[in-house]
């Protein structure tokens, strides 16, 4: 570990790739990996009869993987890693993530193609692990009381159910420990001046360009930077500002774009004076210099969990409005206001235009999704005295012993577990119900995508983010301002439950739920009932969507299982569509509905 801000030299670069933390890091690997596969029924543990462990065989039959595991709602396979041996020709080999992947690779489904990306993705991911495991190790509760940035820059595994989750590829050495959000290095953005006639800036209501930059930039920054382009012959008032990330200036936009730099199209005014710090989200920032300020979300052209996390351009344009619709309804929703629900609105917006590339290549390209940011309100300044924030994602951390961060939160609260529970689900659950059946909504409800606000350990209300690229609108005959229209989404009807069931239940409550059980904090048909209850609550108060309660039934037996990482290990630099996600997903069978045995009688 170095200081932060300094780079670290070669082998200071390295120093978390030890033989003891690499080996762990592949342990915790594989663990996920087989509890995360056997959920998705791309493995088939066998029950061992002799000691009750569960065994998973290689494709040729030849190495064998023994583990312990609990079996939980929603086919949730709760593992222990230290328990998981390996063995072939009656010897006992070590855990390695890659031979795992070479050793079930048809099993996995992984092509020749595919295969050796992945396996760039495992190793990243590990290397992440093992950067996480050497450095400070604060208890789950010591987390659990920190501020906003402390808990962002904590979290330790990423999204929950993708084995490959930190692949980054793209990055080197040095750039993961300037860039990664886990090594909490503040930087600076890069700001560029783009020629107005090839960018495209828009803002929300009550917002323009000058009020937007002079509050982000300050008059002397804002200045100096207009004497750099005075200086070099062009006038500042035919170029809009905007930040770019260090990353992609670096390897991206001064060789691709090379052009509009040597044409003055582009030019680079250097770095900002604010520092910022990179979220779990990898190419937001966070304003430490000044936490009342916009977050920066900007392009990268880094593949990271199935996809090239560029921005478009076009796809920006529409960004504001939407928010500012979304926020308008949010506002006049007598349900929403209830349950204190809010958004940070994506309040503007800017892209540039390369035209050769834009000539060249057909939509949803990476080649139009280099250079594009946009800006998104803090909460901070939204904040009553005695709350604090927290990503949702840490209520799935747990510490290097076991400490979970949830149960820090619920023994700070003094309440009962299932009473603290309940008050999360009415700042979280019920929202997304609400806009799903009053409205036909769906959003991207992940735990990087909300943001808790909590008082003495309690969650009291809950904010939504990531608006404009993630929600979507599926009721065909909504009548949406011409601006916002693109959001509108063709999903088949027996598909949109699964936004609830998929997004919620099976990618965030089924952890959660295990995590809490495994720790005796709260049991699993409390947990549910607990969930059950918040639905059922929610249609009683909601009498006149009794229809839409019947045709898409939070009750049903089961629904289907959509598998997330069949996507990655099938397509991992595009798992979806964008333009049609229904289209994409795969779908293996069903889980049993761990709330359907609580249904409300007639």
């Known amino acids: 570990m170095t200081a932060a801000g300094t780079r670290p030299t070669a082998q200071e670069a390295v120093a978390h790739l030890t033989p003891e933390l690499w080996a762990r890091a592949n342990r915790l690997l594989i663990r996920k990996a087989l509890a995360e596969f056997a959920h998705e029924r791309l493995l ?25 595991a609990r079996r939980q709602a929603l086919d949730h396979w709760q593992v222990d890693p230290d328990s998981i041996t390996r063995h072939r020709d009656q010897a006992e080999l070590p855990l390695d993530a890659l031979e795992f992947f070479i050793e079930l690779r048809d099993s996995l489904g992984l092509t020749a193609g595919i295969l050796p990306v992945y396996l ?26 920190s501020d906003f940035q402390a808990v962002e820059t ?34 600076k953005l890069i700001w560029l001046a783009a020629r107005r006639d090839h960018a495209t800036f828009t803002a929300g209501a009550g917002l323009d360009y000058d009020t937007l930059i002079r509050a982000e930039l300050g008059d002397a920054t804002r200045a100096r930077f207009a004497a750099d382009l005075t200086a070099l012959g062009l006038a500042p008032d035919d170029y809009y500002l905007f930040p770019v990330h260090p990353w992609q200036w670096w390897n991206k936009l001064s060789v691709t774009f090379a052009a509009e730099v040597a044409r003055q199209r582009l030019v680079c005014l250097g770095p900002g004076d604010d520092d910022h710090l990179a979220q ?77 590339y834009e000539a060249a290549t057909e939509k949803g390209s990476p080649y139009l999704k280099m250079l594009a940011a946009l ?14 924030l927290a990503t949702m994602a840490s209520l799935l951390h747990t510490d290097r012993d076991g400490g979970s961060f949830a149960a820090a939160l619920i023994e700070e609260s003094g309440l009962d577990p299932a009473v603290w529970l309940r008050r999360y689900l009415d700042g ?60 509108r989404a063709d999903v088949p009807e027996d598909k949109k439950l699964l936004s609830v069931f998929t997004d919620v239940f099976d990618c ?95």
């Not at 760039?120 to 009381?145: D, V």
């Not at 977050?295 to 960004?319: C, D, P």
């Not at 959003?443 to 969650?459: K, Q, R, S, T, Y």
């Open 375 to 388: 800006w998104r309100e803090s909460p901070v300044p939204t904040l009553e005295p005695g709350r604090r």
């Open 44 to 68: 088939a543990p066998a029950r061992l009869p002799r000691d009750g462990h569960y065994a998973v065989r290689s494709d040729d039959g030849a190495t064998e993987y023994r583990f312990t």
């Open 428 to 487: 979280y659950l019920t929202p997304v119900l609400h806009a799903f059946y009053a409205y036909d909504l769906v959003f991207m409800p992940h735990g990087e995508n909300a943001i808790l606000v909590i008082e003495d350990g309690a969650v009291e209300r809950v904010i939504f983010k990531d608006i404009a690229e993630e929600i979507a609108v599926m009721d065909p005959d909504a009548v949406l301002p011409p601006a916002v229209a693109r959001i």
């Open 154 to 187: 904590g979290m330790t595994e990423g999204h929950p159910c993708f084995v490959a989750n930190n692949g980054r590829l793209g990055f080197g050495i040095h750039e993961y420990h300037a860039y990664a959000p886990e090594t909490a290095s503040p930087l």
């Open 508 to 602: 965030f409550f089924r952890f959660l739920s295990g995590t809490l059980a495994d720790r005796g904090v709260l049991d699993e048909d409390t947990f549910w009932r607990t969930v059950a209850a918040c639905v059922t609550d929610y249609q009683k108060s909601n009498p006149q969507l009794a229809d839409k309660f019947a045709r898409y039934d939070m009750f049903a037996d089961e629904f289907a299982l959509s598998c997330l990482n069949r996507l990655q290990l099938r397509n991992n630099q595009q798992m979806v569509d964008l333009q049609d996600p229904a289209g994409a997903l795969q779908l293996i069978g069903t889980l049993r509905n761990p709330i359907a045995r609580y249904a409300p009688t007639a």
């Open 280 to 356: 779990q989200s990898i190419r937001t920032f966070f304003n430490t210099t000044d936490p009342a300020k916009h977050y920066v979300k900007t392009a990268l052209s880094v593949l990271n969990m199935g996809f090239m996390r560029g921005l478009s351009a076009s796809y920006m344009e529409a960004t504001p409005a939407i928010n500012d619709w979304l926020a308008r309804l949010i506002d006049a929703d007598d349900t929403f206001r209830a349950a204190r629900f809010s958004i940070i609105r994506e309040r503007a917006a800017i892209g540039y235009h390369h035209r050769q």
């Open 120 to 145: 760039e993705e495992i190793s990243s991911t590990l290397s992440g692990t093992a950067y996480k495991l050497a450095g400070p190790a604060p208890t789950a509760a010591e987390l659990a009381t």
